[in-house]
Structure formats: C-alpha cells, structure tokens
C-alpha cells in the first residue's frame, strides 16, 4: 500500500514536472526521491474497540466521531508530518521518544502527546456499567488510596483543578507506585517536561473537545459520568505489566 501510494505520487510528480511515463519505467527504484516517510516511524490511529454509539448515555455518538474522526486523527496526521522531518533514519518509540520530547518541536511534543493519550483513553474505556472488580488494581488503589471512593475524589479533583485544557492521570511513579495528577495540554507523566512522571494507567481528557457537545461547561458532571466507563480490565492489565 505504502509503496503504492509513493509511487503514485512520484508518478504524479514527474507528470507535471514533463517527465514521460516511459522514462519513469527505466529508473532505478533507489533513485526515487518519493517515499522517505519509508525511513521514519509512522503511526496510525487503532480501530475504536466500540461503536460511537457504545459509550452513551456518558458520552453521545456525534461527541465521540468528531473526537475520534477530527480531534485525534488530527494529532495523528500532524505527528506523521513532524515524524517526517524530526524522526528520519530514527526507529523510535513515542514512549522513548518523550523521555528526550524537550530535544523536540513543540509540534512533536502536542502531537506525539495527542495521538499517545488518545490511543490510550478509547481503549481505557467501555460501554458504562462495569464497576471496579476485585484484584490487583483494586488491592493498589485501596492500599494508596484508602478505597474506591477516596480515589474518584483524588482523581476528580486533579481533573477539576487543571486549568484549561489536559489530562488527569492515575499512573505509576518511578517507585512503581500509585499517584493521581494531571498535566497540561497534550502532556503526560512519560515526558521529561512534565511536572509528574511516571507510566500512565488510566487517562483522562478534560479538553473540552471531550464534553461540551453534552455537557457544555459542566466539567464536574462530565468527570463524574466518566467513572462508569473505565475499563478496569484494560487498567489492571497496564498495571501488572508495568509493575
Ligand atoms: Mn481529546
């Protein structure tokens, strides 16, 4: 697919630069000066593991595609564009990537934040119901945080105080142990910028490209819904993998 699509833009190009399609055939494919994103890392949204539909009453079909479709696609696409002139020759991981992300434009750094954090938000969530379950992460949050209860109040409150727009965050410290905080923008923990550090586990956006279709300046109510959507499953197995 890639390389059709460089080689049809190659053809294109040498069309209205006058170059024959006959000559186009004798050139060797080396000498293509088309198809350098083949030498940087790119990245692509994931399939949402739902519908647009699946998470409501919390959040509204239209919400969640122009979230999905527009929002994220964009940090996506504008990641690949920055990736294209900062990453080339590299073979980097986003996650590696933040640790230098100050070495970095500020396009990289909302961008490569903004297509990290969002990967990780639809796949935190799932149609509202499915309350926290015994087990590991349980056992975490009751040991740091005294119970469930007290936790959703340390979390609120860190989405509830972050001024304008970001992301409040359940993550593991480099102690590997359970905090709640909240970073700017398109921030997060695993950044050598941000105030907190750590692995994210659970993330969530209080930009409110993520609310006001429904909720309009009601921050506090969207936050609070929210809780009914976390896919504690997809939390628990982030914690034991990076614990
Ligand atoms: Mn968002």
Redesign the pocket.
């Known amino acids: 697919m890639k390389k059709n699509t460089s080689r049809r833009k190659f053809i294109a190009t040498s069309i209205q630069a006058g170059i024959t399609a006959g000559v186009l055939s004798t050139i060797p494919k080396g000498l293509m000066a088309f198809g350098t994103h083949d030498d940087h890392p790119t990245f692509k949204q994931s399939t949402l593991p739902y519908s647009y539909q699946a998470l409501e009453p919390v959040i509204d079909a239209m919400t969640m595609e122009i979230?999905y479709t527009k929002?994220?696609a964009a940090y996506t696409k504008n990641l690949n564009d920055a990736a294209a002139v900062e990453l080339k020759g590299k073979d980097i991981s986003l996650e590696n990537l933040f640790t230098n992300i100050s070495g970095y434009s500020a396009k990289m750094r909302n961008n490569g934040g903004g297509h990290y954090n969002?990967e990780l938000f639809w796949k935190s969530m799932q149609a509202p119901g499915t309350a926290l379950h015994d087990g590991a992460l349980k056992n975490a949050i009751n040991k740091t945080f005294t119970d469930y209860d007290n936790f959703k109040i340390k979390m609120t409150e860190a989405a509830m105080t972050r001024f304008g727009s970001g992301w409040a965050w359940l993550y593991l410290d480099e102690k590997k142990a359970l905090q709640i905080g909240s970073t700017p923008n398109q921030d997060n923990p695993l950044m050598d910028v941000s105030p907190i550090k750590g692995m994210p586990l659970l993330g969530l956006?209080v930009?409110e490209?993520?609310y006001y279709l429904k909720y309009q300046n009601r921050r506090a109510e969207y936050v609070s819904n929210w809780f009914n959507l976390v896919n504690w499953k997809f939390v628990e197995e982030r914690l034991e993998k990076n614990s």
């Open positions: 979230h929002h994220a969002h956006d930009w490209h993520a």
